[in-house]
Nanobody
Framework: QVQLVESGGGLVQPGGSLKLSCVVS????????IGWFRQAPGEGREPVSF????????YYSEFAKGRFAIFRGDDKNTIDLRMSDLGPTDTAVYYC?????????????????????WGQGTQVTVSS
């Protein structure tokens, strides 16, 4: 059974950092790339970051470049997303997903991802 489970969300002050984790089971990271999305209150779900372990590639959306980093965790079935310099606009539910396809814009900016399976999400709130 395919499962993705996010953790690491919480309340953080503006300018702070947070690390999210996505633990996958029922498939390996050699079979699917992993993506992080987020959905702010009243907004649609948007792509955040992408990683392909087999191809050694990572991509970020415009707002994530330079502030977020996606990487394989210490556990081989885990993908982490380290977020820094967080602001109130980063408040959202963050989801990880097994990715079937993606698209890039100019400069290699991540613009879209097609998800096959989703996790349940983890809430990130940036507030003082």
């Amino acid at each position: 059974q395919v499962q993705l489970v996010e953790s690491g969300g919480g309340l953080v002050q503006p300018g702070g950092s947070l690390k999210l984790s996505c633990v996958v089971s029922g498939f390996t990271l050699d079979q699917y790339a992993i993506g992080w999305f987020r959905q702010a209150p009243g907004e649609g779900r948007e792509p955040v970051s992408f990683i392909s372990i087999t191809e050694g590639r990572t991509y970020y959306s415009e707002f994530a470049k330079g502030r977020f980093a996606i990487f394989r965790g210490d556990d081989k079935n885990t993908i982490d997303l380290r977020m820094s310099d967080l602001g109130p606009t980063d408040t959202a539910v963050y989801y990880c997903a097994a990715i079937e396809g993606f698209s890039l814009g100019p400069g290699g900016v991540l613009t879209n991802m097609n998800a096959k399976n989703w996790g349940q999400g983890t809430q990130v709130t940036v507030s003082s």
